[in-house]
Every structure is written in structure tokens, then in C-alpha cells.
T-cell receptor, first 115, second 112 residues
Framework: NAGVTQTPKFQVLKTGQSMTLQCAQD?????MSWYRQDPGMGLRLIHY???????DQGEVPNGYNVSRSTTEDFPLRLLSAAPSQTSVYFC??????????????FGPGTRLTVL | DAKTTQPNSMESNEEEPVHLPCNHS???????IHWYRQLPSQGPEYVIH???SNVNNRMASLAIAEDRKSSTLILHRATLRDAAVYYC?????????????FGKGTLLTVNP
């Protein structure tokens, strides 16, 4: 299993540009999520999905869109990039058994810089 | 959401045991205590979790206080590869189990 994969690893955008961060998992996990991590901070939840066709907002959803058409993929779209979106983005997945024992698997991250 | 409190940083010497504390005084009865760690320039990785009893796995041990208001992650022999930020997170059930709340964690430095 490749686990959770993210592309690209690095990206530089200009203010106002749009782009999609890709995330895929091959573990047949129902739950997937996106976090951002700013320097010296913990991770903050952007959007999450409990299954194909179902998405919801996390703590910091503004400026981001998501969709979940398949179990495997959960892309994150930046509609009009802003310097405040400069961050490292992590995708995660887990089985969603609704239990506190569920553990999450994280991807390697995408480092995004918005000029 | 129940919160956790951890020291900002800790230091250890290689091959010595490390005890990383976490306070969670508002923990609910159904919250599991999870620990994740984040190595430099990598995504977080799961370390261990427990509910009431102490737990051991190949990576670490988790000691949980009898009143569950605190816990301690124990690395029995720290190596340089254990240098990371360690996060203590409460993971509940009933729909909140996937919304992990990450604080700033504890930055562990391991000296050779």
C-alpha cells in the first residue's frame, strides 16, 4: 500500500491564481480530511469527508473548496490564492467507525507559497 | 472540545528514557487519549492510544492516570530519530472521532 499520497510536494502561486492540491489513499478509508499547518503551529482542520459525496467544513474553510466523488480521492481547491494561504497542507484518512479508537494516516504534505 | 496541555519543549539524552506529560482535566468518559508525532518536514504519524489502562506498543508506552485527567507518553530509550513534535489529542466517539484538534505539542530534542 502507498498509504496517503499528495501532489505536488511544492507549489508557488501568485495572488489570485487558482490550483488544486491532490490527495489519494489506497486503504479504502471512508474518512478523509485536509489540514493546514502554519509555522510553529499545530494543524488546523480545513474540510473533511465521511464518505464519497459527503463533505463538511472544518475550523478554517474560507477560501477552499472540496469534493469527494470517489472513496480514494479528496482534492482541495484554492479558488483565488492569497498570501494568507501560504502554509503546509496535509491530507489524512482513516476508517470511520465512529469510535475513539480510529487512527489517522497522514500524507507527506504540500508546501504552498503564495506571492 | 476537550483540550490538552503539554509543555512547549523537552530535552533528553540519547538512550535515556523520556516521559512526555499531558494534562486533559476536562476529558469525557468516552474520549480516547491519542499521541501522534511529527518528524521534521513530515506529516504526523500515529504513536499510541488508550482509554483507561496503560498501553504498550513497539514505539512507546502510554501511562494513564487513574482519574484520566493526565497521561504520560514514555519512550523507553530515546534515539536521535525520536526528535519530533509530540501531540497529545483526545479522540471522542459519536461523530467527533475524526475531528482531531492539534495543539502546539511538545518539541522533543534528543542530544547525542
Amino acid at each position: 500500500n502507498a498509504g496517503v499520497t499528495q501532489t505536488p510536494k511544492f507549489q508557488v502561486l501568485k495572488t489570485g491564481q487558482s490550483m488544486t492540491l491532490q490527495c489519494a489513499q489506497d486503504m479504502n478509508h471512508e474518512y478523509m480530511s485536509w489540514y493546514r499547518q502554519d509555522p510553529g503551529m499545530g494543524l488546523r482542520l480545513i474540510h473533511y469527508s465521511v464518505g464519497a459525496g459527503i463533505t463538511d467544513q472544518g475550523e478554517v474553510p474560507n477560501g477552499y473548496n472540496v469534493s469527494r466523488s470517489t472513496t480514494e480521492d479528496f482534492p482541495l481547491r484554492l479558488l483565488s490564492a492569497a498570501p494568507s494561504q501560504t502554509s503546509v497542507y496535509f491530507c489524512a484518512s482513516s476508517r470511520n467507525r465512529g469510535q475513539g479508537t480510529d487512527t489517522q494516516y497522514f500524507g507527506p504534505g504540500t508546501r504552498l507559497t503564495v506571492l | 472540545d476537550a483540550k490538552t496541555t503539554q509543555p512547549n519543549s523537552m530535552e533528553s539524552n540519547e538512550e535515556e528514557p523520556v516521559h512526555l506529560p499531558c494534562n486533559h482535566s476536562t476529558i469525557s468518559g468516552t474520549d480516547y487519549i491519542h499521541w501522534y508525532r511529527q518528524l521534521p518536514s513530515q506529516g504526523p504519524e500515529y504513536v499510541i492510544h488508550g482509554l483507561t489502562s496503560n498501553v504498550n506498543n513497539r514505539m512507546a508506552s502510554l501511562a494513564i492516570a487513574e482519574d484520566r485527567k493526565s497521561s504520560t507518553l514514555i519512550l523507553h530509550r530515546a534515539t536521535l530519530r525520536d526528535a519530533a513534535v509530540y501531540y497529545c489529542i483526545l479522540n471522542g466517539s459519536g461523530g467527533s472521532n475524526y475531528k482531531l484538534t492539534f495543539g502546539k505539542g511538545t518539541l522533543l530534542t534528543v542530544n547525542p
